[in-house]
């Protein structure tokens, strides 16, 4: 009986296997185009042409809910918004972001303006939800710092497509040896296979959606090199007044939910205090209605003249 598509079972197995390594390979290397930094415009590699901002900065460091609280914690450095020990913070004056240029802290003050009084926790979760971080996310996914979730979904069917080709074409095989009653118990394994390969190409290949290329890791630790924002590399832990810091902290996103990003730039930031000369502990707060000088919660007796003083 000759042999169909005139090869033997043994030597379709064999060149399977062959097939097999080279969609692996062929996924492996889309993987590593879309980890090098790969983007839209084809500028995957080279020099950064500008600095990075705050927000960018903050973005690559801790998703977008750092974006969120960087932004907070500019506006309280700038004496724009003040923290109150409840977990809250209020604007100061009725400025609803006027004179604000930033998008993101603009939003944040809007935010704040408009319902009086906000939790910081809530403050955070809903500006990194907002259009204003969302172009963060985005202008970094242009300049091939941020892997973007459409391409890398985009990429993750061009890597697994040839495994699909491949496993077709070997279903088409075992159906016709099942029809010729040949034996099909290795190239019955290797399907096996093929659909595992195909399922993990599959989730690895997705799995760098909204995470920094090697491109984004480099630029992250010129920034920190370069003395960024601390709150923008660290989160609240960042505050350089330990009175507001003790508000702030608490009512930060748990570490699972500060963003998309699986890596944190902790242990990184020079100029510790940079950015937030207006906050000092000597000011956290002169009202009788934030800072009491009965509290013993408010951690250090000269924070707020004669009492606690923990940042409102």
Request: charged share 20%; net charge positive; with cysteine.
């Amino acid at each position: 009986m000759q042999d169909p598509w005139g090869m033997s079972g043994p030597d379709f197995v064999r060149l399977y296997l062959v097939g097999l390594a080279v969609v692996v390979l062929f996924a492996l290397a889309v993987r590593l185009f879309v980890r090098l930094g790969g983007n839209r415009s084809g500028q995957g590699a080279g020099a950064i042409s500008q600095p990075l901002t705050s927000n960018e900065v903050a973005y690559l460091a801790g998703g977008s809910a750092r974006v969120a609280e960087a932004a907070v914690a500019r506006l309280i450095g700038a004496g724009l918004l003040h923290p109150s020990r409840g977990g809250n913070v209020s604007a100061v004056g009725d400025a609803g972001g006027a004179g604000v240029t930033d998008a993101v802290d603009r939003t944040v003050l809007t935010d704040v303006t408009r319902f009086g009084r906000r939790s910081i926790r809530v403050l955070v979760d809903r500006t990194r939800r907002s259009d204003a971080v969302r172009e963060v996310g985005v202008g970094l996914a242009d300049k091939g710092l941020l892997v973007e979730g459409s391409s890398a979904r985009g990429r993750a069917w061009i890597g697994v497509l040839p495994i699909v080709v491949l496993f077709a074409a070997g279903v088409v095989r075992w159906a016709n040896g099942l029809s010729e009653d040949r034996p099909v118990g290795w190239l019955s394994l290797l399907l096996v296979l093929t659909i595992a390969v195909a399922w993990l190409a599959w989730s690895r290949l997705r799995k760098p959606a909204g995470r920094l290329t090697r491109r984004g890791d480099e630029a992250l630790r010129e920034a920190a090199g370069r003395g960024a924002d601390p709150v923008a590399l660290r989160g609240f832990d960042a505050f350089p007044d330990p009175a507001v810091r003790a508000v702030l902290v608490p009512m930060a996103p748990p570490r699972g939910r500060r963003g998309p990003l699986g890596r944190r730039a902790a242990g990184v930031g020079a100029g510790y205090g940079a950015g937030y000369g207006v906050y000092t502990a000597s000011s956290c707060g002169s009202s009788t209605s934030s800072c009491s000088s009965s509290s013993s919660s408010c951690g250090g007796g000269s924070s707020c003249g004669g009492g606690g003083g923990c940042g409102g």
